[in-house]
């Protein structure tokens, strides 16, 4: 997600071309502007902002007063602007929708073939997705590919057998982060995990299940499943 920060806004100092990928403001206007990457909103000086003579702009870099930028943003053309014209870093749609109820950033998998898992910590291979609409999780490598910054919620339930000492753990960029209760029985036993973290863009997350010993665990989307979703803005 793009960072945000109350009252972002400022002046353009140099005169920007419709080509040109580097916006100077004027001078302290910088220091006012969010972490990259951000988003702007160009309009010329007087106007309402519209989509006629306005463009949005994505930040990449800051050097004081001076920005790296990528053109035509959010379905905006490039434009030309004038010294003394407005920037400001605005609410867009998309910020919106990550928090409605048509949340992208959620999913659903779990483990559909059987699996014997081997002594020690391995992690568990859920090879069926349920639902990830914003294709984020990898059943090649069973983890979960972080979309945007922010607040994430994750669940987990294992049933494990083998008589031998068992328990989960989320695993965040290969790091232990919450393990679940330890378990011992030679009968299937079902052991739940949840955790909240504030994670970034890019993170990664799976699961992990250590055992004393080789243990089976039950396959079905009922029995050894993993879910999570995106809370909001950290």
């Known amino acids: 997600m793009a ?7 400022g002046l353009i100092g140099t005169a920007l071309t419709s080509s040109a990928t580097t916006l100077v403001l004027q001078t302290g206007y910088g220091a006012g502007m969010p972490a990259t990457p951000f988003f702007l909103t160009l309009t010329p000086v007087g106007q309402l902002s519209t989509l006629g003579n306005s463009e949005i702009v ?9 920005l790296t930028i990528v053109r035509a943003q959010k379905g905006t053309t490039a434009k030309a602007f004038a010294v003394g014209d407005i920037v400001a870093n605005g609410v867009y749609v998309d910020d919106i929708l990550i928090t409605s109820l048509a949340n992208p950033y959620k999913f659903r998998v779990y483990r559909n073939a059987a699996y014997s898992a081997p002594a020690g910590a391995n992690k568990v291979p859920f090879d069926t997705i349920v639902y990830d609409p914003n294709n984020n999780f990898n059943t090649g490598t069973a983890l979960y590919t972080i979309p945007v910054t922010g607040l994430y919620s994750f669940s987990a339930r294992m049933s494990v057998n083998g008589n031998v000492r068992t328990f989960f753990d989320f695993y965040i960029n290969g790091v232990g982060q919450g393990r679940s209760n330890d378990t011992t029985a030679t009968a299937p036993v079902g052991t739940f995990c949840t955790n909240e973290l504030v994670l970034n863009a890019g993170d990664t997350v799976g699961v992990w299940l250590y055992t004393s010993g080789t243990a ?19």
Do not use: M, Q
């Open 58 to 66: 994505s930040v990449t870099a800051r050097s004081t007063d001076t």
């Open 3 to 9: 960072n945000k920060k109350d009252l972002a806004t």
């Open 216 to 234: 089976n665990i039950e396959p079905d989307n009922n029995r050894a499943y993993f879910f999570g979703s995106y809370k909001g803005p950290a």
